[in-house]
């Protein structure tokens, strides 16, 4: 069930590959490698010169192209250069004007990506798989800074044909200066380019040192007989690329080294022949190490030194060198590439709705991109997005990351560093946690608010790591963490004890609510019961928690139900937190005096009200909330917020989310009026990661059409041609919130697996008979659904099952 991308469909695409937390790059649509971002950062707009070529001769006939499609029509006009002719002074150039294949099309299939190359006038057909290894419960072999690229060629001809396959690259490891014209000067960037066991190794500088300066990739072809040129055509202006073309096109494959290392750029050639009917693979890989980078983020005590300790990652801890990368990485890729196509074979088994598995399989990306960093001890850290050229909003954001579902089900022993962090570097001794972590991880200042909702989703997730891991020492630890930090946000944010957050609480809105409302306090219910549920196993008293769930519960089902959807009470007069007005305009005061604190929802139907009841649902906690209620919440949010076409839709905030005649999920509308002056500050836009939420919410209550019409919206707006489906983005590319896609899993079909119990719980509400992938701590596989009858297929490690549950 993988969508196939052809045309103009091609031109957004951006497929990362590479381990989480080490860097990547993205294969394009066409079969180019750009947003090269191997440096611990992002960098979006880094096409590096490289490409890959096949000439071939038939009869008398020979034919060369570059092994990618047609250049995409962004890159040709509007862009920064196009005043020269995309024409570059580094003695490269852009490969655009070269001949290439004149289609192709692009199927996604997580790990892998897998292009076909078509022209009618092509003596091979030709194909190109791109791959990084990604195996559940695996984390090391998943976190690899090394990538392939599988070339295949086929003679479907009645005629051998002779062949060459090429690849040639300039020094990206020592990004030269953007300029715009050419220049007949030979002005090579500071590194080499040299030959390292049959490969090409690009370094920066060329000796290896104590800063964030040095990086090094090495790039091999898995063949006995490979061809090695780092001595390329030392000419200025167009020349090097100029004379490499020439000797392509001719079937030539130079070897030949220069001994400074200083050659314009270096090639890896293979030559073959394919008789009639036969087919040859051939694999490129990538191995990088950048060791140390200048990231340090978050607090900073008074008087520390100057030297202060900076990021490095987890590879630099294991490996010394790309070298040692390669030899892992070569050594073990067939069982790599083995394991790693087993689990997608298993993902890709699942009968979700298409557009469901869509979403689901292409968010997975978002693991494969410089969002996620993995410190040497292992320990991850995350952006909630990547910038152009940084990270956007820096912490492990717990508001934000408390809707990826991903993590703690594929790799549940790093999902469990965000937990470590959160309890102990990011909690003081009064158990109030900040929200955003520094990097390195490290003692948090305690300098702005807690989050309320990341906060207390980090205790509903305490208990949902304790069911996949079926450990209970684990939450014997961190009991008395967990209890201080709960206390926090009793005596914080409900100081009258009446189960709801009334007291200003900050959110994943940024802002603070300010009294009572459904979408905060659906956290603290969550979190009530989910310590409540903790501390009875490990035998503590938990009566006031309990008694604070029943008042909460009650309290949101009667006085922030409107007979419709849950709301806010907003209120600031009666509360004990100062209402300040000092230091505004005149004109916000009069309206702040008028309509009380600015960004808030009030009487407002907002998209992801209820989200303490989903992540309730996910992490295993069942309801905490009138079903009947929540459902009627949820078809609220369908019927006032979908919006098949937004042009008359006014969004004066970040419009590029969604616009015009798309269709899209808005964040809160107020179809019973009462919409404040200035609404809380994202309320008009469309986030992809609040779709999945609500759309898995309503597969929850068997609200199959609803929610397949709001995920389908979003799909079409990330077609290839206007957005990359691989990236769907809210403050940053690859958005961690977009992760709650991964919950469509559990949320079609019921399936979820409690090591604690060892049973497995399964429901036929949105599907009589289905196959739907599971990972556990343990094993994973898939589970399938029919005549009633729950079989589980385990493909790798263990899934012990003592009792199969069939729920409604």
């Given at each position: 069930m993988s969508k196939i991308y052809r045309g103009r469909n091609l031109e957004q695409i951006s497929f990362p590959v590479g381990g989480i937390g080490a860097g990547m790059f993205c294969v394009e649509g066409t079969g180019a490698i750009g947003s090269l971002s191997l440096r611990g950062a992002p960098d979006i707009f880094y096409e590096p010169e490289c490409f890959s070529a096949i000439y071939a001769r038939?009869?008398?006939?020979?034919?060369?192209?570059?092994?990618?499609?047609?250049?995409?029509?962004?890159?040709?006009?509007?862009?920064?250069?196009?005043?020269?002719?995309?024409?570059?002074?580094?003695?490269?150039?852009?490969?655009?004007?070269?001949?290439?294949?004149?289609?192709?099309?692009?199927?996604?299939?997580?790990?892998?990506?897998?292009?076909?190359?078509?022209?009618?006038?092509?003596?091979?057909?030709?194909?190109?798989?791109?791959?990084?290894?990604?195996?559940?419960?695996?984390?090391?072999?998943?976190?690899?800074?090394?990538?392939?690229?599988?070339?295949?060629?086929?003679?479907?001809?009645?005629?051998?044909?002779?062949?060459?396959?090429?690849?040639?690259?300039?020094?990206?490891?020592?990004?030269?200066e953007d300029k715009w014209f050419p220049s007949p000067v030979l002005d090579l960037p500071k590194g080499t380019i040299t030959q390292e066991g049959g490969g090409l190794l690009l370094a920066c500088p060329a000796e290896k040192e104590d800063t964030a300066a040095f990086g090094q990739c090495l790039i091999h072809v898995e063949e006995k007989g490979a061809l090695v040129n780092t001595d390329w055509f030392p000419s200025g202006w167009f020349d090097p690329l100029t004379m490499l073309w020439k000797e392509l096109s001719e079937g030539?494959?130079?070897?030949?080294?220069?001994?400074?290392?200083?050659?314009?750029?270096?090639?890896?050639?293979?030559?073959?022949?394919?008789?009639?009917?036969?087919?040859?693979?051939i694999d490129l890989h990538f191995a990088w190490y950048v060791p140390r980078t200048n990231l340090r983020l978050g607090y900073e005590e008074e008087g520390e030194p100057e030297g202060k300790e900076t990021y490095s990652p987890w590879y630099a801890g294991k490996f010394s060198c790309a070298g040692e990368v390669m030899d892992y990485y070569r050594g073990n890729f067939r069982r790599l590439w083995e394991e790693s196509e087993a689990?997608?074979?298993?993902?890709?088994?699942?009968?979700?709705?298409?557009?469901?598995?869509?979403?689901?399989?292409?968010?997975?990306?978002?693991?494969?991109?410089?969002?996620?960093?993995?410190?040497?001890?292992?320990?991850?850290?995350?952006?909630?997005?990547?910038?152009?050229?940084?990270?956007?909003?820096?912490?492990?954001?717990?508001?934000?990351?408390?809707?990826?579902?991903?993590?703690?089900?594929?790799?549940p022993r790093l999902e469990r560093t965000f937990r470590e962090t959160e309890f102990h570097e990011n909690q003081n001794s009064e158990g109030?946690?900040?929200?955003?972590?520094?990097?390195?991880?490290?003692?948090?200042?305690?300098?702005?608010?807690?989050?309320?909702?990341?906060?207390?989703?980090?205790?509903?997730?305490?208990?949902?790591?304790?069911?996949?891991?079926?450990?209970?020492?684990?939450?014997?630890?961190?009991?008395?963490?967990?209890?201080k930090s709960i206390d926090y946000c009793i005596g914080a944010w409900d100081r009258d004890r009446e189960g709801v957050l009334r007291e200003p609480h900050h959110n994943t809105y940024d802002i603070e609510f300010w009294g009572a409302d459904g979408m905060c306090s659906s956290f603290y219910l969550g979190a009530l019961k989910a310590i409540s549920l903790m501390g009875r196993a490990l035998g503590e008293d938990t009566s006031e928690y309990e008694l604070l769930y029943r008042r909460g519960r009650e309290y949101l089902e009667t006085k922030l139900f409107n007979g419709e959807y849950f709301i806010q009470q907003v209120e600031w007069e009666t509360l004990r937190a100062p209402f300040g007005l000092d230091g505004e305009p005149e004109a916000v005061r009069a309206l702040m005096e008028r309509e009380g604190p600015k960004y808030q929802y009030g009487s407002g139907c907002i998209s992801d009200g209820v989200t303490g009841a989903w992540l309730a649902r996910v992490c295993g906690l069942g309801d905490i909330l009138d079903p009947e209620k929540v459902k009627s919440h949820l078809l609220a949010v369908y019927r006032h917020n979908f919006k098949r076409d937004l042009t008359e839709h006014a969004n004066p905030q970040r419009p590029g989310y969604a616009l015009g005649s798309e269709g899209g999920l808005v964040l809160c509308t107020w179809p019973r009026g009462g919409r404040p002056s200035l609404p809380f500050v994202y309320s008009d836009e469309v986030w992809t990661g609040i779709e999945h939420q609500a759309a898995a919410h309503l597969m929850m209550f068997g609200c199959l059409k609803e929610a397949k019409d709001i995920i389908s919206a979003g799909r079409a707006r990330y077609d290839g041609a206007r957005r990359n489906p691989f990236d769907e983005y809210e403050c940053g590319h690859w958005y961690a919130r977009a992760l709650s896609s991964y919950s469509y899993l559990q949320a079609y079909t019921g399936v979820r697996y409690d090591a604690v119990e060892r049973t497995l719980y399964v429901s036929g509400r949105n599907a009589g008979e289905y196959t739907v992938f599971l990972s556990t701590a343990t094993g994973y596989g898939t589970v399938t659904l029919k005549d009633g009858r729950a079989q589980l297929k385990t493909v790798r490690g263990e899934i012990p099952v003592e009792r199969v549950v069939l729920e409604p």
């Amino acid at each position: 069930m993988s969508k196939i991308y052809r045309g103009r469909n091609l031109e957004q695409i951006s497929f990362p590959v590479g381990g989480i937390g080490a860097g990547m790059f993205c294969v394009e649509g066409t079969g180019a490698i750009g947003s090269l971002s191997l440096r611990g950062a992002p960098d979006i707009f880094y096409e590096p010169e490289c490409f890959s070529a096949i000439y071939a001769r038939r009869d008398e006939r020979s034919w060369a192209r570059v092994l990618e499609g047609p250049v995409p029509g962004r890159k040709i006009f509007g862009g920064r250069g196009t005043l020269s002719g995309l024409g570059t002074n580094n003695q490269f150039g852009k490969t655009y004007g070269l001949p290439r294949f004149r289609s192709n099309t692009f199927t996604g299939k997580f790990p892998f990506a897998k292009l076909e190359f078509l022209d009618e006038g092509s003596p091979l057909k030709a194909s190109m798989t791109a791959f990084s290894p990604f195996i559940p419960g695996s984390e090391d072999d998943s976190c690899l800074p090394a990538a392939t690229l599988r070339y295949a060629f086929e003679n479907a001809g009645d005629s051998p044909v002779e062949a060459v396959y090429s690849f040639h690259t300039a020094n990206f490891m020592a990004r030269p200066e953007d300029k715009w014209f050419p220049s007949p000067v030979l002005d090579l960037p500071k590194g080499t380019i040299t030959q390292e066991g049959g490969g090409l190794l690009l370094a920066c500088p060329a000796e290896k040192e104590d800063t964030a300066a040095f990086g090094q990739c090495l790039i091999h072809v898995e063949e006995k007989g490979a061809l090695v040129n780092t001595d390329w055509f030392p000419s200025g202006w167009f020349d090097p690329l100029t004379m490499l073309w020439k000797e392509l096109s001719e079937g030539g494959a130079p070897e030949g080294s220069r001994p400074d290392g200083r050659s314009p750029g270096g090639s890896l050639a293979v030559r073959f022949v394919l008789a009639p009917g036969e087919s040859r693979e051939i694999d490129l890989h990538f191995a990088w190490y950048v060791p140390r980078t200048n990231l340090r983020l978050g607090y900073e005590e008074e008087g520390e030194p100057e030297g202060k300790e900076t990021y490095s990652p987890w590879y630099a801890g294991k490996f010394s060198c790309a070298g040692e990368v390669m030899d892992y990485y070569r050594g073990n890729f067939r069982r790599l590439w083995e394991e790693s196509e087993a689990f997608s074979e298993a993902m890709y088994a699942s009968t979700l709705p298409e557009e469901a598995m869509d979403a689901l399989a292409s968010n997975l990306s978002i693991l494969k991109t410089p969002t996620i960093l993995r410190q040497t001890d292992g320990r991850l850290w995350a952006w909630e997005g990547c910038c152009d050229d940084t990270g956007s909003c820096h912490g492990s954001c717990t508001h934000v990351w408390n809707y990826a579902q991903a993590l703690c089900h594929l790799f549940p022993r790093l999902e469990r560093t965000f937990r470590e962090t959160e309890f102990h570097e990011n909690q003081n001794s009064e158990g109030r946690q900040e929200f955003r972590a520094s990097l390195p991880i490290r003692p948090s200042g305690f300098t702005f608010h807690a989050a309320s909702d990341g906060q207390l989703g980090g205790i509903m997730k305490m208990y949902r790591e304790w069911r996949i891991g079926g450990d209970i020492g684990f939450i014997q630890e961190y009991w008395p963490l967990m209890k201080k930090s709960i206390d926090y946000c009793i005596g914080a944010w409900d100081r009258d004890r009446e189960g709801v957050l009334r007291e200003p609480h900050h959110n994943t809105y940024d802002i603070e609510f300010w009294g009572a409302d459904g979408m905060c306090s659906s956290f603290y219910l969550g979190a009530l019961k989910a310590i409540s549920l903790m501390g009875r196993a490990l035998g503590e008293d938990t009566s006031e928690y309990e008694l604070l769930y029943r008042r909460g519960r009650e309290y949101l089902e009667t006085k922030l139900f409107n007979g419709e959807y849950f709301i806010q009470q907003v209120e600031w007069e009666t509360l004990r937190a100062p209402f300040g007005l000092d230091g505004e305009p005149e004109a916000v005061r009069a309206l702040m005096e008028r309509e009380g604190p600015k960004y808030q929802y009030g009487s407002g139907c907002i998209s992801d009200g209820v989200t303490g009841a989903w992540l309730a649902r996910v992490c295993g906690l069942g309801d905490i909330l009138d079903p009947e209620k929540v459902k009627s919440h949820l078809l609220a949010v369908y019927r006032h917020n979908f919006k098949r076409d937004l042009t008359e839709h006014a969004n004066p905030q970040r419009p590029g989310y969604a616009l015009g005649s798309e269709g899209g999920l808005v964040l809160c509308t107020w179809p019973r009026g009462g919409r404040p002056s200035l609404p809380f500050v994202y309320s008009d836009e469309v986030w992809t990661g609040i779709e999945h939420q609500a759309a898995a919410h309503l597969m929850m209550f068997g609200c199959l059409k609803e929610a397949k019409d709001i995920i389908s919206a979003g799909r079409a707006r990330y077609d290839g041609a206007r957005r990359n489906p691989f990236d769907e983005y809210e403050c940053g590319h690859w958005y961690a919130r977009a992760l709650s896609s991964y919950s469509y899993l559990q949320a079609y079909t019921g399936v979820r697996y409690d090591a604690v119990e060892r049973t497995l719980y399964v429901s036929g509400r949105n599907a009589g008979e289905y196959t739907v992938f599971l990972s556990t701590a343990t094993g994973y596989g898939t589970v399938t659904l029919k005549d009633g009858r729950a079989q589980l297929k385990t493909v790798r490690g263990e899934i012990p099952v003592e009792r199969v549950v069939l729920e409604p």
